[in-house]
């Protein structure tokens, strides 16, 4: 993989809900099971065949070997060399016969990778604010939020971006280094490419990734710096999360997203959380005038009373 200087700042589009909420009031975040992505090429590699079918066939055994008996192990060996035979071939033949034969043991090979990274998850996040697409699609179509995390002292033990250039295989001969060899390069490698590598066509998103070896709720790796509000975000949710951070020893900072005048961008302006919270709350309009005290008799177009209290 290619290296990347780590952005000072990355972010989390998001629409409003209680998960939502429990990231700020619980400092929380989401570590998604990849059979969970909308893109389901995402984390699902494909094993790729670049050895004879004797170090495919050695490959298995050692993998069969951790997950199931001995003696079921060769069973399953003896019915795949079987099912080779179907079409008059053999499962040592180098033709249909071994072909047949690769395609039971590297499927079992597939299923194996699978489970052994089952449990991971995948903190997704961006480089950037201002991305409409983002917006469009992860933020409720721009109705919701972008949280904004600061990258210095963060706490992740795996955070890389993901790489558009990369392709979908992972190899045999790099499962032989890992798995047979211990090599510590190769399962580095596998690990990459099973979590960092995405289609091209998703290269917009400039996604960076947090990999955590548990999918499910965890604290917070980075400290909170900014909420960012959706140009079509309703005000009741400015001022809910606005009032959250009242008191708050490290108020963020908040932005209204606005659309600029000169072409299909975004602009930010910077809101004051204190105005938020005090404007943003109000009493009911059939109620208001009741704090008033007026005499109607001497009430000619304006309120000649004084406030009650």
């Known amino acids: 993989m290619v290296a990347k200087t780590l952005p000072t700042k990355l972010y989390k589009y998001?629409?409003?809900?209680?998960t939502t909420l429990r990231m700020f009031s619980q400092a929380e975040v989401f570590f998604a099971k990849p059979a969970t992505f909308n893109d389901p090429f995402d984390c699902n590699p494909e094993v790729h065949v670049d050895v004879e079918w004797r170090e495919v066939e050695r490959?298995?055994?050692?993998?069969?070997?951790?997950?199931?008996?001995?003696?079921?192990?060769?069973?399953?060996?003896?019915?795949?060399?079987?099912?080779s035979t179907e079409n008059g071939g053999t499962h040592d033949d180098d033709e249909d016969g071994t072909a047949t034969y690769l395609n039971y043991l590297v499927r079992d090979i597939n299923a194996y990778l699978k489970e052994r990274f089952n449990d991971f998850g995948v903190l997704s996040l961006a480089s950037n604010w201002d991305n409409p697409l983002m917006w469009s699609h992860y933020a409720d179509e721009h109705r919701g939020i972008c949280i904004e995390y600061e990258t210095d002292d963060h706490r992740c033990k795996d955070l890389r971006p993901v790489n558009y250039r990369s392709s979908r295989f992972i190899h045999i001969s790099d499962l032989h280094q890992w798995l047979l060899k211990r090599s510590a390069a190769a399962e580095r490698k596998i690990f990459e490419q099973y979590f960092f590598a995405k289609a091209p066509q998703w290269r917009y998103e400039r996604e960076w990734r947090a990999v955590s070896q548990k999918s499910g709720v965890d604290d917070r790796p980075f400290r909170l710096r900014a909420v960012h509000f959706g140009l079509r975000c309703d005000v009741a949710i400015v001022t809910t999360i606005?009032?959250?951070?009242?008191?708050?020893?490290?108020?963020?900072?908040f932005y209204s997203v606005m659309a600029r005048a000169d072409g299909f961008k975004l602009r930010r302006v910077e809101l004051d959380g204190w105005e938020i919270g005090a404007f943003g709350v109000r009493d009911s309009s059939h109620f208001a005038a009741d704090e008033w005290d007026f005499d109607p008799l001497t009430a000619s177009g304006q309120i000649s009373g004084r406030k009650l209290g």
């Not at 998001?14 to 209680?18: K, V």
């Open 14 to 18: 998001r629409a409003f809900n209680t």
């Open 59 to 83: 490959l298995w055994k050692t993998v069969m070997l951790r997950s199931m008996a001995r003696d079921r192990a060769a069973q399953a060996l003896q019915s795949y060399r079987y099912n």
């Open 242 to 253: 606005a009032k959250l951070f009242e008191d708050y020893k490290d108020e963020p900072k």
